[in-house]
C-alpha cells in the first residue's frame, strides 16, 4: 500500500510517499527563516509559504520515492490541531488530490502521529508496530505537553496535559527573554551546554503534584522577574549561558521526573518520547539516564521525525487502514482543537 500524506500544522510544509511502514520520501520546506525576522510564527506569513510550497513540496516527494500518482492507493493529511489557516492549506490541497485520484482520503490527528513516531526507525524508517508494549508517552512541543499511557497499537488514553505554557512554550519565551535569536529552544539548548545549571534556582512546577498535568508559566514569570530586576545579567555570554543550563535543567527535571513516575505507577516496561523539543539535548539525555535507574526501556523519536514532517502522519494512516479504519469524506474540515482523547481507540 502506498500513501501520500502531508503535513501543514504550523510552519513547515511537509509531504511524505509511506509504503508497507516504510518512508521512501519525506520532505519538509522550513519557513524558520521567514519568521526569525518577527521572533515567533506570524499565521498569515505561513499560510502564505504553505500555498507557494505545497505544490513543488508534493512533486519532490513523489520524484525522490520514484512513484507516480497513479500508484497512490490512499490519501493522508494532519486534519488537527494546529493553526487553522496553515490546516487548511495541507487539508484542501491532499482533498482535491484525493479526489482527482479518485482514492481514499484519511484525516489524521497531528499529536496521534506524534505519539507513535517512537517506533519508526530512524536511519532505516521501518515502523516497528509489531514491538508495541505499554509505555508511556511523552508528547513534548511548543504548544502542548502531554503524558498518554499507550495499552498498544492505536490504544491509548490521556493521563495529563500543559495547564497553561507548554515546555516548548516555555523554552522559546525565555530565550525571547534573554534576547536570543529564533527559534529560541534549540538556541537555549546549544548555550546551556556550556553553562552551570545550578547557578540559578528556578522552580520546578507542579513536579510534586500527584497527578500528570504540567505548568511552565510560573517557570517562564520567575525568568522575566529576574532579568527585569537584574539587567547586567544579559551583559556576559557565560551568565546568559548560566541562565539557560538553569531554566533549561528546570523544565527536564519536571518532565523527567513526572514521565518516570507514571511509567511506575501503570507499571509499563516501556517510556517514549517525541515531539519537537525531544530534540533537546538535555532531555534526551536526562530520559536516558532516569529511565536507566528505574530499569526502564526508552524509545525516542528520531531527530527527523521530532519536528513536524508528514512522514510519521502517512505511517499513522496506514496503521489506522490496516485495523479497519474507513475513509472520511472529502468535505471533513479542518479541527484547529482537536484534542488526542478524543482520537483514542
Known amino acids: 500500500m502506498i500513501i501520500l500524506a502531508f503535513e501543514t500544522s504550523c510552519d513547515e510544509t511537509s509531504v511524505a510517499v509511506v509504503r508497507d511502514g516504510r518512508i521512501l520520501s519525506n520532505v519538509v520546506a522550513s519557513q524558520t527563516a521567514l519568521h526569525s525576522e518577527y ?3 506570524v499565521p498569515e506569513l505561513a499560510t502564505r509559504e504553505h500555498l507557494r510550497n505545497i505544490g513543488p513540496v508534493t512533486r519532490r516527494a513523489l520524484a525522490e520515492a520514484g512513484v507516480e500518482p497513479s500508484q497512490i ?6 486534519q488537527g490541531p494546529g493553526l487553522p489557516s496553515a490546516l487548511l492549506v495541507g487539508l484542501k490541497y491532499s482533498q482535491a488530490l484525493a479526489f482527482a485520484l479518485r482514492k481514499p482520503f484519511y484525516g489524521v490527528n497531528h499529536h496521534e502521529a506524534h505519539l507513535y513516531s517512537p517506533w519508526i526507525g530512524g536511519t532505516s524508517p521501518q515502523a516497528d508496530f509489531e514491538a508495541f508494549r505499554p509505555s508511556v508517552s511523552l508528547i513534548v512541543s511548543g504548544g502542548h ?3 498518554v499511557l499507550v495499552e498498544g497499537e492505536l490504544r491509548h488514553r490521556v493521563l495529563g496535559g500543559t495547564l497553561d505554557d507548554a515546555a516548548g512554550e ?12 529564533y527559534p529560541g529552544g534549540p538556541e537555549v539548548d546549544r548555550l546551556a551546554r556550556e553553562g552551570n545549571p545550578n547557578a540559578f534556582d528556578f522552580p ?3 513536579m510534586r503534584d500527584p497527578g500528570d498535568d504540567f505548568s511552565f508559566a510560573g517557570l517562564k514569570t520567575s525568568v522575566r522577574y529576574l532579568v527585569q530586576k537584574n539587567p547586567a545579567l544579559l551583559e556576559r555570554r557565560e551568565t546568559v549561558c548560566d541562565l539557560c543550563a538553569s531554566v533549561q535543567a528546570a523544565i527536564v527535571e519536571v518532565l523527567v521526573a513526572k514521565t518516570v513516575r507514571a511509567a511506575r505507577r501503570h507499571g509499563v516496561s516501556w517510556v517514549t518520547a517525541s515531539g519537537g523539543v525531544t530534540c533537546n539535548e538535555g532531555l534526551r539525555y536526562a530520559l536516558a539516564a532516569a529511565c536507566a535507574r528505574q530499569g526502564l526501556k526508552l524509545r525516542l523519536a528520531g531527530r527527523s521525525l521530532c ?6 502522519v502517512g505511517v499513522l494512516a496506514e496503521m489506522k487502514i490496516r485495523s479497519g479504519a474507513l475513509p472520511v469524506s472529502l468535505d471533513v474540515e479542518i479541527d484547529p482543537a482537536m484534542t488526542l482523547a478524543g482520537n483514542a481507540a
Request: hydrophobic fraction near 45%; glycine fraction near 12%.
Open 145 to 147: 505537553t502531554l503524558l
Open 307 to 312: 519536528t513536524d514532517n508528514a512522514g510519521m
Open 39 to 41: 521572533g515567533g510564527v
Open 204 to 206: 520546578r512546577p507542579m
Open 170 to 181: 516555555c523554552f522559546d519565551k525565555t530565550a525571547k527573554l534573554l534576547g536570543l535569536p
Open 73 to 78: 492507493d490512499a490519501v493522508a493529511a494532519t
